[in-house]
């Protein structure tokens, strides 16, 4: 039976970026690595789950993986939450957010930009995940790593909409500009000027990419992976954490 897997090539940079960040940030420990394991799975476990309600004829091909990927993924996260009960709080967080999800699955508005940015948040809680973990605590900087991460992949969904779904739409590609704009203003109005370096390459991205010719979804997703990497080494380098 072949193995179920996100097909979204953003959505792996969305997992592991997060939680290398808080990782990173913390203060590597081994007990990221369990976590990470589990966290791994119960992403996994996002797919089979959410293709059932899609498609009630998967059913009996998904749920097998839905059950296996959860299973794996709590036994290696309840253990490391019982002991950092913070994590507790963050998993309930991301169980209402998933819930939205779902509402949207099951009105098939999968493609509402709203939903995107739920499980764009969802995705981001591994780095206050992973900063619990490391600090043993739920700290102003975790939540505000978390509200950066946030903020930078809510521009890439954005940008990747306004070249493929809104590719034809000019004002969704004004919105998309407008966004990223505010990516540079909003760091400095916080008085964290420096953090607005991070989104430059991003910005400049959105506002000189041409949307007239149509661009492959693969070209787009290795653009993002590229540009999700340059963000990585930016944030290390003007880090405010």
Same mark, same amino acid.
């Given at each position: ?185 909003? @760091?400095?109005?916080? =008085? ?5 370096? /991070?989104? !430059?390459?991003?910005? &400049?991205?959105? +506002?000189?990419? *041409? ?5 492959? @979804?693969?070209?787009? =997703? ?5 540009? /999700?990497? !340059?963000?990585?080494? &930016?944030?290390? +380098?003007?880090? *405010?954490?």
């Amino acid at each position: 039976m072949k193995m179920v897997l996100p097909k979204e090539h953003g959505t792996w940079m969305m997992f592991f970026l997060p939680y290398a960040l808080g990782a990173v940030f913390s203060g590597p420990t081994l007990v990221h690595i369990p976590f990470l394991i589990g966290w791994f799975f119960l992403y996994l476990s996002a797919t089979p789950w959410l293709s059932q309600l899609r498609n009630a004829k998967l059913r009996k091909q998904m749920r097998p993986w839905a059950l296996t990927y959860t299973a794996i993924g709590l036994l290696f996260c309840v253990p490391v939450m019982l002991f950092y009960v913070e994590l507790l709080w963050l998993g309930f967080i991301i169980m209402l957010l998933f819930c939205v999800n779902i509402v949207f699955v099951l009105r098939k508005q999968e493609r509402h930009l709203l939903n995107d940015l739920c499980g764009i948040a969802i995705f981001s809680f591994g780095a206050p995940a992973a900063f619990v973990i490391g600090t043993d605590d739920l700290t102003s900087d975790a939540i505000l790593l978390w509200a950066v991460v946030t903020f930078y992949f809510s521009g890439t969904a954005f940008y990747v909409k306004s070249l493929i779904r809104e590719r034809k739409n000019t004002s969704f590609h004004k919105t998309s500009h407008i966004y990223h704009g505010l990516m540079l203003l909003v @760091p400095w109005l916080f =008085g964290l000027g420096t953090l607005a370096l /991070a989104f !430059v390459p991003g910005t &400049l991205k959105d +506002w000189f990419t *041409p949307r007239d010719k149509h661009i492959r @979804p693969l070209t787009v =997703g290795i653009i993002e992976i590229c540009n /999700a990497v !340059v963000f990585f080494l &930016l944030i290390l +380098w003007v880090s *405010p954490f």
